[in-house]
């Protein structure tokens, strides 16, 4: 019996080995994640999946570098990041990852263009014509046409094409969306599923997470979390 050749992935972005998350509250110890070996590679178009409470968020907080494992090993390429000081963490979550929340995490008091040109500032890049890139993405994701608007005059489905246009602007090496349509209606929901989907196609590397097996099963990749471990993965459908 020969042994199938693995399908060709593109080069690893981010790999993890052994990586533990604990939580001191008092006298106990909460594991959050418990030992995670993983690598999201460039192309890839994952979810992670797994109940409430399964580790999914912080496992999307410590691939984004918004949080700092209390153990394991993490690299970026081939650059080792576990132990890296704040200021450098803060420096790759701004220029290397793009964030999408359930909740939007839009600025009221922004127009929309003001709020996808955020991260631009964060990163203290410099991108030539940031507004017309701006503009550009906001294009991309159907809202040309409402720039000026405020978060409050849009639409939950609208509100979360800002965020993807805002989560893009700077160019991410990966996009991770932590129950993009959590707070989405069914059409809207699909919408902007159909949206990822895009992007995927166009070769950008996206991580969903969601406790939602019909959403997982529309990606390439599913990673399961349960109490803290990657249990299975499933490569290239
Ligand atoms: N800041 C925190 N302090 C203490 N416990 C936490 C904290 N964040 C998460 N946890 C715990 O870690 C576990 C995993 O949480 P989380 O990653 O948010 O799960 P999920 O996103 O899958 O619902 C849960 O038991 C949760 O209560
Ligand atoms: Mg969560």
Redesign the pocket.
């Known amino acids: 019996m020969s042994t199938p050749t693995p399908k060709r992935r593109g080069e690893v972005l981010i790999r993890l080995d052994g990586i533990r998350k604990e ?1 001191q ?1 008092g006298e106990t110890t ?1 594991r ?1 994640l418990d030992g995670v070996d993983l690598s999201i590679c460039r192309g890839d178009y994952s979810a992670i999946l ?10 999307m907080h410590i691939l984004g570098f918004m949080d700092q494992p209390t153990g394991g090993k993490m690299f970026l390429g081939e650059r080792e990041v576990s132990n890296i000081r704040p200021g450098d963490r803060s420096k790759l979550r701004a220029t290397e990852i793009g964030f999408v929340f359930q909740s939007f995490n839009l600025l009221s008091r922004l127009s929309v263009i003001e709020n996808v040109l955020l991260p631009v500032e964060y990163a203290r890049r410099k991108i030539e014509n940031a507004d017309e890139t701006a503009v550009e993405m906001l294009n991309r994701v159907g809202l040309g046409h409402r720039i000026h608007h405020r978060p409050s005059q849009l639409s939950g489905g609208e509100r979360q094409r800002v965020a993807i246009a805002r989560a893009m602007i700077n160019k991410p090496r990966i996009l991770l969306a932590d129950e993009p349509t959590g707070n989405l209606d069914s059409r809207n929901a699909a919408n902007i599923l159909e949206l990822f989907d895009h992007l995927a196609d166009e070769g950008n590397t996206l991580v969903l ?1 969601t406790h939602d097996e019909s959403i997982a099963h529309r990606t390439r990749r599913v990673i399961r ?1 349960l109490d ?1 471990k990657v249990t299975e993965e499933e490569v290239e459908r």
């Open positions: 939580y509250l909460v959050a797994g109940p409430s409470g399964s580790g999914k968020s912080t496992l997470v979390v803290g």
